[in-house]
Nanobody
Framework: QVQLVESGGGLVQPGGSLRLSCAAS????????MSWYRQAPGKERELVAA????????NYADSVKGRFTISRVNAKNLVYLQMNSLKPEDTAVYYC??????WGQGTQVTVSS
């Protein structure tokens, strides 16, 4: 059974940092490109960051370039999203995605003073 379980969300002040984790199971993790998406209230879900199956290439939404970093550890079936210099507009539910096929349940990130 495929599972993607996100963790690490929470409430943080503007300018702060969070690291999201996504633990994968039930499929061959190292064969899948992984992505993080987010969805803010009243908005469509958008791609935040993506990483290839080998972890040798990444891409980011313009709005997070230079602030967020996606990484993965294939030996542990984990993918991360390091988020720095957080802004109120980063507030959203963040979702882990595998190969545009599997989704996690999401974790809430709230940036507010």
């Amino acid at each position: 059974q495929v599972q993607l379980v996100e963790s690490g969300g929470g409430l943080v002040q503007p300018g702060g940092s969070l690291r999201l984790s996504c633990a994968a199971s039930g499929f061959t993790f190292s064969s899948y490109a992984m992505s993080w998406y987010r969805q803010a209230p009243g908005k469509e879900r958008e791609l935040v960051a993506a990483i290839t199956s080998a972890g040798d290439s990444t891409n980011y939404a313009d709005s997070v370039k230079g602030r967020f970093t996606i990484s993965r550890v294939n030996a542990k079936n984990l993918v991360y999203l390091q988020m720095n210099s957080l802004k109120p507009e980063d507030t959203a539910v963040y979702y882990c995605n595998a190969g545009q096929k599997f989704w996690g349940q999401g974790t809430q990130v709230t940036v507010s003073s």
